[in-house]
């Protein structure tokens, strides 16, 4: 198997890929791209659902080196965020690998280098095998990987049907079906407001406290975190939400006792952005469903409170997780057996014998680009050193 040698070998063309390319070519620090997909940001283009939207205003959301354009809108469309990135690109002439799924990476202790083993799926290649060898390597592949179901007694027997949030595109093949939606994160609760949309019959399991704000109160509350402590801003952004929506208790929504913002940064859990689906709550046009499935049987959903349903169909909106250490075998360096950071931030993206991970410290786009100006400004400085 013949070797292509580089000095930093990124896997993943996601933005956190394309954010780090960018960077290193600002120091002219050769690298390739390995993307398993046909397609960079494939998340993004491929299994988002239509209705999606940049949730963080645009400042927060712009990748290194290129800043949105003035004359966008605050908060960007789908079609516009893909606009973005094909002209980032473009401007930076990144040409990714495309269709190359990494299968092994480890680092060789005698030559001091990191080998990676790839698939090549092109039609042309028709799946031989390729190496690449390199000083550094940048895990790149997100914590958006491969979506994530979990385990429920009889769920291999449900007779309806199951989705992923990865796989749902619109509700409108569902119209008069009974809907579950499991997750009452950001997903969840826009793809509930798009079923009810399109007449589906529609309930959501919420079992955990979330908070529930507008864009609007998060854009001002990340501008108000470069000026104030995040408890100051927690509760004037709980204030603002209590004033908006007032007590949701009834509604089966259940604020936290810690604050939106700290929540964020401590565990990852974003607020819920809301774009209706409250209101539609209220009016009783879709159900909540305060307690989590104990048993699926058939199409009956048995709940722990012993509630019995039927539904045509099942969506799980249950987040993602990272597959990493599926093919990084010294995933030790840098990562934990969760394939998420070892390391606390901030310096989280930065690991041992020379690999770096971007875009795993659940800050979106904003940490993404945090991550990618850190490792390559840190590979810049270790090459002038050994230089």
Same mark, same amino acid.
Request: with cysteine; charged share 25%; hydrophobic share 35%.
């Given at each position: ?28 620090i ?7 997909d046909d397609?960079?940001?494939?998340? $993004? ?5 239509d209705?999606?939207k940049?949730? #963080?205003? =645009? ?5 290194? #080196?290129?800043?949105h ?10 079609? /516009? ?9 473009s401007?930076?002439n &990144? ?13 060789d202790?005698v030559?001091?280098? $990191?080998? @990676? ?8 290649a028709?799946?031989?095998?390729e ?5 550094y ?5 997100g914590e958006?990987? /491969? ?7 009889g ?8 989705v992923?949030? !990865? ?21 969840? %609760?826009e @793809?509930?407001y798009?079923?009810?949309?399109? !007449? ?5 399991v919420?079992r ?14 990340m501008? %108000?975190?470069?000026?104030l402590? @995040?408890?100051?801003? *927690? ?8 004033f908006?929506?007032g007590?949701?208790?009834t509604y ?10 700290f ?29 989590? &499935?104990?048993?699926i049987?058939?199409?009956?959903? &048995? ?9 045509d169909?099942?969506v799980?909106?249950?987040?993602? =997780? ?15 057996? =969760? ?9 989280? $993206? =930065? ?5 770096y ?6 800050n ?6 945090? *991550?990618? /100006?850190?490792?390559?400004?840190? &590979? ?8």
């Open positions: 198997m013949e070797e292509v040698v580089t000095e930093v070998v990124i896997v993943g063309a996601g933005p956190s890929g394309l954010a780090t390319s960018a960077c290193l070519k600002q120091h002219s050769p690298h390739i791209i390995l993307e398993k397609c960079n940001v494939s998340l $993004w283009r491929k299994h988002t659902y209705r999606v940049l949730h #963080l205003a =645009k400042e927060f959301c712009s990748l290194p #080196l290129m800043p354009s003035p004359s966008s809108p605050t908060f960007l469309t789908k079609t /516009e965020f893909l606009n973005y990135i094909d002209n980032y690109v401007h930076f &990144i040409n990714p690998r495309y269709n190359r799924m990494v299968d092994f990476a480890g680092f202790e030559k001091k280098m $990191w080998r @990676i083993e790839t698939t090549n799926n092109t039609k042309e028709g799946g031989c095998r190496a690449y060898v390199a000083k390597v940048v895990v790149a592949t958006n990987s /491969e979506g994530y179901i979990p385990e429920l007694s769920l291999d027997s449900f007779e309806g049907e199951i992923h949030s !990865k796989n749902y595109k619109n509700g409108s093949k569902y119209k008069g079906k009974e809907v579950l939606v499991v997750g009452c994160g950001n997903s969840g %609760m @793809i509930a798009d079923l009810n949309d399109f !007449k589906a019959r529609t309930s959501i919420i955990n406290p979330v908070h529930v704000v507008t864009k609007e109160m998060v854009h001002q509350g501008s %108000m975190l470069k000026y402590p @995040i408890q100051k801003v *927690d509760a004037f952004i709980t204030f603002l939400a209590n908006e929506y007590d949701l208790s089966g929504i259940h604020r936290p006792d810690q604050g939106p913002f929540l964020k940064k401590t565990t990852g859990r974003s607020p819920v952005i809301d774009i209706g689906t409250v209101q539609k709550i209220i009016d009783g046009e879709i159900k909540v469903i305060s307690t989590g &499935i104990k048993r049987e058939k199409k009956k959903v &048995i709940f722990e409170n012993n509630m019995e349903k039927d539904f169909v099942i799980f909106a249950t987040g993602f =997780k990272s597959v990493a250490n599926n093919w990084l075998k010294d995933y030790k360096y840098v990562l934990n057996e =969760k394939g998420m950071p070892k390391n606390e931030a901030p310096g989280h $993206w =930065k690991g041992e014998k020379g690999i991970c971007a875009g795993l410290s659940r979106g786009l904003f940490g993404v680009s945090m *991550d990618a /100006e850190a490792i390559a400004d840190d &590979i810049n400085l270790t090459l002038k050193l050994a230089a």
